[in-house]
């Protein structure tokens, strides 16, 4: 479906014909003769350009229509040429685009209450928890999100190669006798019995060193 991502494409790829899939960002129509989009995928973000003198007039019109219908967030799949952008027009390392050649919609996405990717128009906190599966989306949060998983990754890496073992604590266990209030989950297995998120989490790294 895809021969390279979003983010790995660079100008030494100028004159390769690829193909990308990832969502869109922004759709900016500049004139009836040219349209430009945004792609991003998880590895980075892509400049699409759709341009009446590349392509039969007819088919320019069915890609124009079709981009311009699309929503923030809509899954896309484009096959083009890798263009270096005109000079003057590069931004920071984003010296190339992709000439679309044909788009396919793999999903449309509904109205979002929000747009994620537009920093100055964010709602309020409360919204954006109400959607947080949104709000994850935000630069900043995926920053984050990859920040720690790395983080995470160089740590376990690091102690496994000095002989410790990864235990993981059960995120449900058996009740036990505590004085906080417990999250209970009933079981279909046992009527009337019931897991609870572990009070005494140590109790299952304990019995690992048996």
């Known amino acids: 479906m895809r021969t390279h991502t979003c983010g790995e494409l660079a100008d030494s790829h100028a004159g390769q014909q690829v193909s990308v899939c990832g969502w869109v960002q922004s759709i900016r129509a500049v004139s009836d003769t040219l349209i430009f989009v945004l792609l991003r995928d998880s590895y980075g973000t892509l400049q699409l350009l759709a341009e009446k003198s590349r ?16 929503s923030v967030d809509s899954l896309l799949s484009v096959t083009g040429t890798v263009a270096r952008r005109p000079a003057g027009t590069a931004k920071g390392e984003a010296v190339i685009e992709l000439q679309i050649d044909s788009a396919r919609v793999l999903n449309v996405a509904e109205r979002l209450p929000f747009n994620p990717h537009v920093k100055m128009n964010l709602p309020s906190e409360d919204v954006r928890l109400g959607h947080r599966y949104l709000d994850l989306r935000r630069p900043d949060l995926q920053h ?17 190669d000095n002989g410790f073992v990864d235990i993981e604590t059960p995120m ?23 897991y609870a998120l572990p009070q005494s989490p140590q109790q299952v790294q304990y019995c690992s060193y048996v």
């Open 55 to 70: 392509m039969a007039h007819s088919l320019f019109d069915e890609q124009k229509k079709l981009l311009e219908s699309l």
């Open 144 to 160: 984050n999100i990859r920040t720690r998983s790395k983080a995470t990754m160089a740590i376990r890496e690091y102690m496994d």
């Open 172 to 194: 449900l266990f058996k009740s036990t006798p505590e004085g906080a209030r417990e999250f209970l989950v009933p079981t279909r297995i046992s009527p009337g019995a019931c």
